[in-house]
């Protein structure tokens, strides 16, 4: 179970023990844990909440609300952080998220990769990109089945400015393990699928605080945590 502290002044405390939670997983799992990145996703938190996490180590920040974001970079552009968008997407505002982020994890349609692959700037690199996959087939979420996947790929990785880096999910809730190996287990088998031919698509952002064990023991490279890295959520007008 993961154990953190409630207090966002424990920032730094938090982000110890949850390398602490990835280590022993990996360890239990045979992984290895610099295979194992942690996205510390600050959605709702404000600016000086992430500059502690940056200064107690942690370079990669997972967003979900696009204004929100936008300002929060403005106001830590002095800091070196690597943005990731990782909240639903308008087709009218791909442009902020191609002109602000590294990583989009939440590319949903066909016709929003080609947008941001148009509207990423020439002076930036490649943006990288993960194909959001509705791996429990849920109605209310949004993303691309199993059988789309591999016909999407190939014309996502023929778009000049992207960098297709791998696969998102956001599995159904489950509060069992094996449950929730499941679907997790189904993300490696696409992916391993997809790297027969495309061996350079080696992501898969999968895992939160409450089934991080079980996306590690399937083979998560990015770990999505919020609550258990800054405290509750802040409530939003959104």
């Keep these: 179970m993961t154990k953190t ?5 424990n920032i730094a405390e938090n982000l110890t023990q949850i390398q602490l939670n990835i280590s022993e997983y990996c360890l239990k799992y045979q992984r290895n844990p610099q295979d194992v990145k942690l996205l510390a996703v600050s959605k709702t938190k404000p600016a000086e909440d992430i500059r ?11 967003e979900n609300y696009l204004q929100e974001s936008i300002s929060k970079i ?21 442009r902020e998220l191609a002109e602000n982020f590294a990583w989009v994890h939440s590319v949903d ?9 148009n509207q990423r700037p020439d002076a930036l690199p490649p943006l990288n990109i993960c194909l959001q996959v509705n791996i429990s087939e849920e109605e209310s979420k949004s993303g691309f089945t199993i059988n789309e996947i591999e ?23 489950s509060e069992n393990l094996q449950a929730q190996r499941k679907a997790f287990a189904e993300m490696k088998s696409l992916l391993q699928i997809l790297q027969t031919k495309h061996p350079q698509i080696n992501t898969l952002s999968m895992g939160m605080t409450g089934d991080m064990e079980a996306a590690i023991a399937e083979g998560s490279t990015m770990i999505r945590i919020g609550t258990a890295i800054f405290g509750a959520r802040n409530v939003v007008g959104l």
């Design 5 to 9: 502290s409630s207090n966002s002044s």
């Design 74 to 94: 403005h106001e830590l552009s002095d800091i070196d952080i690597e943005w990731h968008f990782i909240g639903a997407i308008q087709s009218n505002k791909t």
């Design 109 to 117: 349609r066909l016709k929003i990769a080609k947008r941001l692959s």
């Design 52 to 62: 502690k996490a940056f200064d107690a180590g942690q370079t990669c920040f997972g």
């Design 151 to 173: 016909t999407v790929v190939d014309e996502v990785i023929a778009l000049p400015n992207l960098n297709l880096r791998g696969l998102m999910a956001i599995p159904a809730k």
